[in-house]
T-cell receptor, first 115, second 114 residues
Framework: AQSVTQLGSHVSVSEGALVLLRCNYS??????LFWYVQYPNQGLQLLLK??????LVKGINGFEAEFKKSETSFHLTKPSAHMSDAAEYFC?????????????FGQGTTLQVKP | EAGVVQSPRYKIIEKKQPVAFWCNPI?????LYWYRQNLGQGPELLIR????????DSQLPKDRFSAERLKGVDSTLKIQPAELGDSAVYLC????????????FGSGTRLTVV
């Protein structure tokens, strides 16, 4: 069965510092991978997704993630944190070729950005 | 384009009472999902519809939960009777192309059972 693990339920960075949110997946076949952001009292918004051969994926708001098969990882990064980045971030996985759109989410990481 | 609309935004009920949530997906989106998000956790799929047909309801607790999607548009999720453990955010999402994961989530309904 597929699963996804987000290391660190809370991450705190200073404004302007590097953001690194960790995600590892468990799957016998490389899955599709996603990062979503959730602001307070709002739904989830897609940041980026990995569904093709390009292992470095660029998303919205300056975020990017790199798929590393050897490490079964899909960590999310942003070079310089902004106060508006404070939110909860979810990594999600879906079975390649599933075509149902069903997502399995990690437990989430709350990003705090300090001035 | 209007997004996925859910109502109510918040609901507080006493245990053993019934409750219903409503979702209006994006026009033209054939696939509709209901997810439950417990506090401090990621969303978990409850049910998926393709048009008016529930094609995956394996995670829906059928003893107390029910859902419908009349005419393949709006959907209602119901809990009867509610239990304390049902307190969560219930998210609706819709998609026009499941193969490309073109999801749009609604803002959710936060349910508190007291």
């Amino acid at each position: 069965a597929q699963s996804v693990t987000q290391l660190g339920s809370h991450v705190s960075v200073s404004e302007g510092a590097l953001v690194l949110l960790r995600c590892n997946y468990s799957s016998s076949v490389p899955p599709y991978l996603f990062w979503y952001v959730q602001y307070p009292n709002q739904g989830l918004q897609l940041l980026l997704k990995y569904t093709s051969a390009a292992t470095l994926v660029k998303g919205i708001n300056g975020f990017e993630a790199e798929f590393k098969k050897s490490e079964t990882s899909f960590h999310l990064t942003k070079p310089s944190a902004h106060m508006s980045d404070a939110a909860e971030y979810f990594c999600a996985v879906s079975r390649r070729g599933d075509n149902t759109g069903k997502l399995i989410f990690g437990q989430g990481t709350t990003l705090q950005v300090k001035p | 384009e209007a997004g996925v609309v859910q109502s109510p935004r918040y609901k507080i009920i006493e245990k053993k009472q019934p409750v219903a949530f409503w979702c209006n997906p994006i026009s033209g989106h054939n696939t509709l999902y209901w997810y439950r998000q417990n506090l401090g956790q990621g969303p978990e799929l409850l049910i998926r519809y393709e048009n008016e047909e529930a094609v995956d309801d394996s995670q829906l607790p059928k003893d107390r939960f029910s859902a419908e999607r009349l005419k393949g548009v709006d959907s209602t999720l119901k809990i009867q009777p509610a239990e304390l453990g049902d307190s969560a955010v219930y998210l609706c999402a819709s998609s026009s192309d499941t193969s490309n994961y073109g999801y749009t989530f609604g803002s959710g309904t936060r349910l508190t059972v007291v």
